[in-house]
């Protein structure tokens, strides 16, 4: 057991922790409006979310370092549900979302979630960084999406041909532009200027340009954070009992939970502290929803950027995130008009950036190099994501993983004695259906006439398909004349 701090040493970890809240809070401020916006709700539904991530979620046990809020992984998914459901509905669906994620976490699930193929995971944020970067150069120009990934794609040419002649949209990109331009450049800063997040430098300086020149750009706007809340009533209830409202739900539980406990053991490995309890922690994060639903809020995930921000900042214990919740209420109470000087611009390109940073080609590359399953994984579950939807595509990118895994397991030797005799064929591996047309093509090789003993006993598996195809075989073969024979050595394994 660890000796108890002095009274020194109490002041210098909450002297680390309040330091640390306030960095975490100048990242998670334009990020938790960015997402609302993107996700088609107003601002302050983004921020209330983000202050229960604070306040609810970081006060619980679980992880004592991730930070909590909306995040930009559910864009996609939030948006489809405002615009199929209504807005008035998103509290129920987040809910009850919430709801599950408690019965999980009382079932001990949690854990569970390490067993889903990591390819799947960035695969799964890959195809969100997709439709997330073409959703949102759209709104660059100040020009509303389609809506559908592929429309988004296919939308780009037109985007591009309108916003050539309209100078209000030319404005809004060049804002907008520079805005990615000052968060890409912005490492390369001194580092004292560092301290403070790139995201909170290039928000400020777009809105300073916009005000100074006065340009003909979309501001965010503000309603005032009680006008915002809605909490959801039963008038809704009735509309979102058909199998797309419930599929919604266990999507926003489901993703939202994976993601919150993927970023759970990314951040245990940043620090020495004590290790994330899973099932805590996902009961943690379904409180959260559950308040964010009561509240009619946008629903809640552990976010890596956040978090990490948090660790590389210096905190010690769980009071960092609980403050940078009590930051974001305060702004929100004392500083709401300033929202409405933000220019929509700067939020997408805000968001353009962190959807390029999920695609994570140069894991592409790497594991195209060593582990090409493992890449096609990835591409696939991406490519599914911006066909169909986040919720499909992740069960596609599953599915993908569930078939790679089989293909590798089901590997199969077959070694031909051709100086024997009889002829001895001898498998060893696992037989399964998705190797049998590698089989049975060299059994037919096998000449007419020729005495075959078929030796079976190196197999670890064999699965029904394969014993019956070899069964068939050594019956035809035999039956062809007097000198076919096959004499089978059975596995010593259960079929």
């Known amino acids: 057991m660890a000796p108890p701090l002095s009274g020194r040493g109490t002041f210098s970890v909450f002297r680390q922790d309040l330091l640390s809240s306030i960095v975490v809070f100048l990242v998670a401020l334009p990020l938790c409006i960015g997402v609302a916006v993107a996700s088609g709700v107003p601002a302050e539904l983004g921020l209330a979310t983000g202050i229960v991530g604070g306040l609810v979620a970081g006060a619980l046990p679980g992880s004592s370092l991730q930070v909590s809020g909306p995040a930009a992984g559910l864009t996609v998914l939030v948006y489809e549900a405002v615009q199929e459901y209504g807005l008035r509905s998103l509290g129920l669906i987040v809910l009850a979302a919430g709801l599950i994620q408690l019965g999980m976490g009382a079932l001990r699930l949690g854990r569970w979630f390490r067993a889903i193929s990591i390819s799947v995971v960035h695969g799964m944020l890959a195809g969100i960084g997709l439709v997330l970067v073409t959703g949102q150069v759209h709104s660059l120009f100040d020009n509303r999406s389609p809506g559908a990934a592929m429309a988004n794609v296919t939308g780009l040419p037109d985007l591009f041909a309108d916003s050539a002649n309209e100078p209000a949209a030319l404005a809004a990109g060049g804002i907008g532009i520079g805005t990615i331009v000052v968060l890409v450049c912005w490492k390369y800063a001194p580092k004292r200027l560092r301290v403070i997040p790139g995201a909170l430098v290039a928000v400020a300086l777009a809105t300073l340009v916009t005000i100074a020149f006065d340009l003909p750009v979309k501001r965010i706007e503000v309603k005032g954070l009680l006008d915002a809340i809605q909490p959801p009533g039963t008038g809704q209830l009735g509309g979102l009992m058909s199998i797309g409202a419930i599929g919604t739900v266990v999507a926003f539980a489901l993703i939202a939970s994976a993601e919150s406990l993927f970023s ?37 995930t552990a976010v890596i950027v956040r978090s990490a921000t948090n660790v590389q900042a210096g905190a010690r214990t ?178």
Request: hydrophobic fraction near 50%; charged fraction near 20%.
């Open 264 to 300: 759970a053991a990314a951040v245990d490995r940043m620090h020495h502290g004590a290790r994330t309890h899973y099932d805590r922690e996902l009961m943690a994060q379904g409180a959260g929803n559950t308040v964010c639903g009561l509240l009619g809020a946008l629903p809640m």
């Open 318 to 495: 769980k009071a960092s995130r609980i403050l940078h919740g009590v930051w974001l209420l305060a702004f929100t109470v004392v500083f709401p008009a300033a929202l409405g000087y933000i220019p929509v611009t700067a939020l997408a390109a805000i968001l353009v950036h962190a959807g390029w940073k999920l695609l994570s080609l140069r894991e592409v590359g790497r594991l195209w190099r060593t582990e090409r399953g493992e890449a096609v994984v990835l591409t696939g579950t991406a490519l599914a994501i911006v066909v169909t939807n986040l919720f499909e595509g992740v069960l596609i990118g599953l599915l993908l993983a569930v078939v790679k895994t089989a293909w590798d397991v089901s590997d199969i030797h077959i070694h031909v004695d051709e100086q024997a005799d009889p002829l001895v064929i001898r498998l060893t591996g696992n037989a399964t259906f998705l190797r049998l047309p590698k089989v049975l093509d060299t059994l037919e090789t096998i000449p007419h006439g020729r005495a075959v003993e078929l030796d079976l006993s190196g197999l670890r598996h064999l699965d029904h398909a394969c014993r019956t195809a070899l069964q068939s075989w050594a019956a035809q073969h035999d039956g062809r004349d007097e000198r076919s024979s096959v004499r089978i050595a059975e596995p010593a394994v259960a079929g």
